[in-house]
């Protein structure tokens, strides 16, 4: 079985939901607790699809909350140059929440995975029964990739947006880690209280 501390999950916020994720953690939009001020850096189209797109056991996409298996995604490509309508973002105020999921099956939590983009209709969805399988489920290799355009593999993209769905609030002792784009940053997050030797300045998880 594949060592699950070591299978990370990153979940992208803005550097202004820091304060109210370090008291409840990452919430759902319908949490008691969920933040009134959440700062959304994500595509809005995209998320009104996810509130309305069913899956196979008749939940609601965006009813979950959606880690990613690694940095440097397409959406964050997206958040950072402004596209599909969404307003840029300065990388300096975009924080990577990291966790793994050994951190979500200590905390009992319940979780669904899949092996591609959550509404990418080649997509397929698993769930706890199959995390012992996770490393030929996921591509890995594909999460990795620096690139995502590649014209001999027109399914990278869709694989390297594998995506980790928590149906509950996420505690926020289970984020193990920070990661931010510079010492600015990082020097923001300090001020909230976080150690320093959780937070990890890394420039290459942005664009």
């Known amino acids: 079985m594949a060592d699950l501390s070591k299978i990370y999950l990153f979940r992208m916020t803005h550097i202004e939901n820091i304060p109210h994720i370090l008291q409840y953690g990452i919430t759902h939009i319908n949490s008691k607790n969920k933040n ?4 959304t850096i994500g595509d809005t189209s995209l998320i009104s699809t996810r509130d309305l ?7 609601v996409l965006g009813d979950y909350i959606p880690f990613y298996f690694g940095p440097r995604m397409p959406m964050l490509y997206v958040m950072q140059k402004g596209y599909n309508g969404v307003v840029a973002t300065n990388p300096e105020d975009i924080v990577y929440c990291i966790s793994s ?12 995975f899949t092996d591609g983009h959550a509404v990418d209709s080649y997509s397929s969805y698993f769930d706890s029964n199959d995390i012992v399988n996770i490393k030929t489920i996921v591509d890995f290799q594909a999460v990795k990739a620096t690139y995502w355009r590649d014209d001999s593999d027109l399914d990278l993209k869709r694989r390297k947006e594998a995506e980790f769905l928590l149906s509950q609030d996420f505690p926020p002792d289970a984020i193990i880690g920070y990661c931010v784009y510079n010492d600015t940053t990082k020097k923001q997050l300090l001020s909230y209280g976080i150690d320093s030797n959780k937070i990890q300045v ?3 998880y942005y664009f």
Request: net charge positive.
């Open 101 to 112: 999921i050994q951190k979500i099956t200590d905390y009992n939590l319940k979780y669904l």
């Open 202 to 204: 890394k420039p290459d």
């Open 36 to 39: 009134p001020s959440y700062k």
């Open 53 to 59: 797109f069913s899956l196979p056991d008749k939940t």
